[in-house]
């Protein structure tokens, strides 16, 4: 099974900040790679595809990058609605595995 | 407006079963792969069950494989999930999901709200 991990686990931020995730996967998974958006008590809600694609109704402050094992979710500008958890999930290859999850909280 | 609604979890002990459903509305559910996701309280997303677009291909996490069977009824527009055996380590909340194909994989575009599977003594 490919094994995805994320740094940080946590991370502390004011609004306006600017904010990188970061995602490592085990193995090459070229670009497929998504990105999940989870608060408390909610299903996640996809933000990023194929490694960099944005979703539809997405903000733009919110962008992805990399390919092979190295990817990136990166907020331009935090704001009051970003403070949750955000998954990346590799799609290469059965079983599809997420990382652990990284929370974002209020500084 | 696309819509999964899931229901059936509950309380029950190890060893039990339980049948989740999950209606979909507002897409044409028949010509898409499906899959549920499970999360134990406090944890982070697993993957559990994918089901293709006639149930003709379905594939399973290691550690749900000849315990839980997904399925679905296109004619009535849902997605099951049969958990037997159940085990303590089964308790989460259970959401399906629509799985939409990219050019690099599959993505889970829509999410239901999930539904509280506890296994318990």
């Known amino acids: 099974d490919i094994q995805m991990t994320q740094s940080p686990s946590s991370l502390s931020a004011s609004v306006g900040d600017r904010v990188t995730i970061t995602c490592r996967a085990s193995q090459t998974i070229t670009r497929y790679l998504n990105w999940y958006q989870q608060k408390p008590g909610k299903a996640p809600k996809l933000l990023i595809y194929?490694?960099?694609s944005l979703q539809s109704g997405v903000p733009s402050r919110f962008s992805g990058s990399g390919s092979g094992t190295d990817f990136t979710l990166t907020i331009s500008s935090l704001q009051p609605d970003d403070f949750a958890t955000y998954y990346c999930q590799q799609c290469y290859s059965t079983p599809v595995t997420f990382g652990q999850g990284t929370r974002l909280e209020i500084k | 407006e696309v819509q999964l609604v899931e229901s059936g979890g509950g309380l029950v002990q190890p060893g039990g079963s339980l049948r989740l459903s999950c209606a979909a509305s507002?897409?044409?559910?028949?010509?898409?792969?499906m899959n549920w996701v499970r999360q134990a309280p406090g944890k982070g997303l697993e993957w559990v069950a994918n089901?293709?677009?006639?149930?003709?291909?379905?594939y399973y996490v290691d550690s749900v494989k000849g315990r839980f069977t997904v399925s679905r009824d296109n004619a009535k527009n849902s997605l099951y999930l049969q958990l037997n055996s159940l085990r303590l380590e089964d308790t989460a909340m259970y959401y399906c999901?629509?799985?939409?194909?990219?050019?690099?994989?599959?993505?889970?575009?829509?999410w239901g709200q999930g539904t509280l599977v506890t296994v318990s003594s």
């Open positions: 089901i293709n677009q006639d149930g003709s291909e379905i």
């Open positions: 194929a490694a960099s």
């Open positions: 507002g897409f044409t559910f028949g010509t898409f792969w």
């Open positions: 999901a629509r799985l939409t194909p990219g050019s690099y994989g599959y993505y889970r575009d829509y």
